[in-house]
């Protein structure tokens, strides 16, 4: 990662913790190793997500319901899965160092660097021959630009027949011919490359009874499958139609870094969307552009978001894109949509023995229905929204150097929407500004403050995210209206007490942020 990058990402987590958003799990024990907890602010910042969520997926779609499924499932679902068998990892362990890293990381890594020194050639060129620079020809000619883009094919197609052959052997090949080292330490003193679970097991009832092997789930959506046939009889739902849940998943990463973009215990918010056969391809594009508009609803900008094809489809899948965010760390998945087929489904008639299938009284016939599933992650959205967020700026005033960090976080998902403030601790403004939070409270979380000055009560707001800052002062007392500060303007404008409802809900409204998406 570059040192700005790095610097940025650092940054973020610092902030996260001053703030009350994120905390390393067990922390007074020196943390775990990637599982985090979420603080005052970080929880309401979650629910708003999760609230946004869910309500443009259930509520906004007349043929979509929630289920909340249990965790632990019966080991046969992971069977008929193909977790068991197939949910793995390359593994590859430094015998110097004894670090352990993840093998195709390790060659996506190294594609990386081969591309980036094709970018500073390209950086050099443009130096060198200023307005006469011609990229195109450029790329197509310097002789190091080649001989980089050469390799770089190479190992791309190596890798690429490798990771879908599952040949072990071959990406070990790939790390030693590219004398690909140990990131850490420069060691190329490898072990083989080997397969490794990514599910937690655990025993069920006690050893005495007969212990028995249970998984940690390491997705939601097994949750939903099983019920397949218990929500479409209830719901009375005909294909197409959709079953969403939010919830804990659980996965044994190898390298687990990066906070909370990759953890051991992590929440998805999944939604399976089952079709008639021969129909997937238009829902799967349909939720493709649904889902991207979800993301950019949120206003951070077009550009932090692409569109990447998956090279290698997982066992299940028949197409799957995933939608990346530009991350402190660079591009990465967010939420994936993947093509599913008929294979859950199908998977799960064989093991259950039980026939999960709809008739369609327009065919005329049953079918095992195919299934569109969007997947997001809901860790790595709350990261997206504090790295989008972030900003810090420039408030030098009459000759004082200040900057200001502030959280520009879509009000509707703020933590915090209101804060309450007395100017001075007396003369009845904090019995005043106390009947303003109660007449709040109901509707929004609201925050009250009274210590410190009101420039250092702002900048805390500002730090959260709050949109509003509400000051009771003298002329309150006299006439009713309280100063409200705009956490992105800083202006400040006068109000009376009775329309602060109706303002605040304007400009948090969750209704109306969904309705953005309502077209
Ligand atoms: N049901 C399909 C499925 O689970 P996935 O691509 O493995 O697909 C979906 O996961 C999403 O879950 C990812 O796009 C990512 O946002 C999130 N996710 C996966 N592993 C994660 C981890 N270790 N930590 C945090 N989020 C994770």
Redesign the pocket.
């Known amino acids: 990662m570059a040192q700005q990058q790095e610097d940025k990402l650092k940054k973020i987590i610092a902030h996260a913790k001053e703030y009350g958003f994120i905390f390393p799990s067990s922390e007074i024990y020196d943390g775990l190793s990637a599982v985090y907890d979420y603080g005052q602010n970080g929880v309401e910042l979650k629910n708003n997500v999760k609230e946004y969520w869910w309500k443009s997926m259930v509520y906004l779609n007349e043929n979509i319901v929630g289920i909340d499924s249990a965790i632990f499932m019966h080991p046969r679902v992971w069977k008929a899965s193909g977790h068991v068998d197939a949910f793995n990892d390359p593994l590859i362990d430094n015998k110097d160092s004894k670090r352990r890293y993840r093998a195709d990381q390790l060659i996506e890594d190294y594609m990386a660097r081969i591309e980036e020194k094709i970018l500073k050639e390209v950086a050099k060129g443009r130096r060198k021959f200023g307005d006469d620079f011609d990229e195109e020809k450029f790329l197509n000619t310097n002789p190091n630009v080649l001989r980089h883009k050469k390799k770089l094919e190479e190992v791309h197609s190596r890798y690429v027949r490798a990771m879908n052959d599952n040949d072990l052997k071959e990406l070990y090949n790939i790390i030693i011919d590219y004398g690909i080292a140990d990131p850490e330490t420069g060691s190329k003193n490898w072990t083989e490359v080997r397969q490794f679970n990514l599910m937690f097991e655990t025993q069920f009832g006690s050893v005495a009874e007969g212990a028995n092997k249970v998984y940690l789930r390491p ?3 097994q949750g939903i499958f099983v019920n397949f046939l218990n929500v479409m009889k209830t719901g009375r739902m005909r294909v197409p139609f959709g079953i969403a849940q939010i919830g804990k ?1 659980f ?1 044994n ?1 190898i390298v ?1 870094r990066q906070f ?5 215990e ?1 929440e ?1 918010m ?1 939604m399976q969307f089952f079709v008639r056969p021969g129909t997937e391809m238009e829902w799967f594009d349909y939720w493709k552009q649904f889902r991207l508009l979800w993301h950019k609803n949120m206003g951070f900008g077009e550009e932090l978001y692409r569109i990447h094809e998956h090279e290698k489809l997982a066992h299940y899948a028949n197409a799957a894109v ?1 939608i990346e965010f530009r991350f402190p760390m660079g591009f990465k ?4 949509i ?1 093509s599913r087929t008929d294979f859950d489904l199908s998977q799960h008639e064989k093991y259950s023995g039980k026939k999960l299938q709809y008739f369609d009284p327009e065919l005329d016939k049953s079918y095992v229905p195919y299934v569109v ?1 969007t ?3 809901l ?2 959205t709350v990261l997206a929204i504090l790295s989008a967020s972030y900003r810090e700026e420039d408030v030098s005033d009459k000759g004082q150097t200040e900057t200001r960090v502030v959280l520009s976080i879509p009000p509707a998902l703020a933590p915090v929407k209101a804060a309450i403030f007395p100017l001075v601790r007396r003369d009845n403004l904090p019995d005043v500004a106390r009947k303003i939070h109660k007449m709040l409270h109901t509707r929004f979380n609201v925050a009250y403050e009274e210590k410190d000055s009101i420039g250092k009560r702002y900048r805390r707001q500002d730090a959260i995210g709050t949109p509003y800052s509400i000051t009771v002062d003298y002329q309150t007392l006299e006439d009713n209206t309280v100063t409200v500060r705009d956490r992105d303007t800083m202006e400040q404008q006068r109000v009376p007490i009775d329309r602060l409802p109706q303002m605040i809900e304007e400009r948090v409204s969750m209704a109306k942020f969904l309705e953005q998406l309502d077209v």
């Open positions: 997705e939601t959506a998943a996965r990463e687990a909370v973009f990759r953890m051991r992590f998805q999944e995933d998945e967010l939420e994936g993947h599933e997947s997001i992650g860790d790595r």
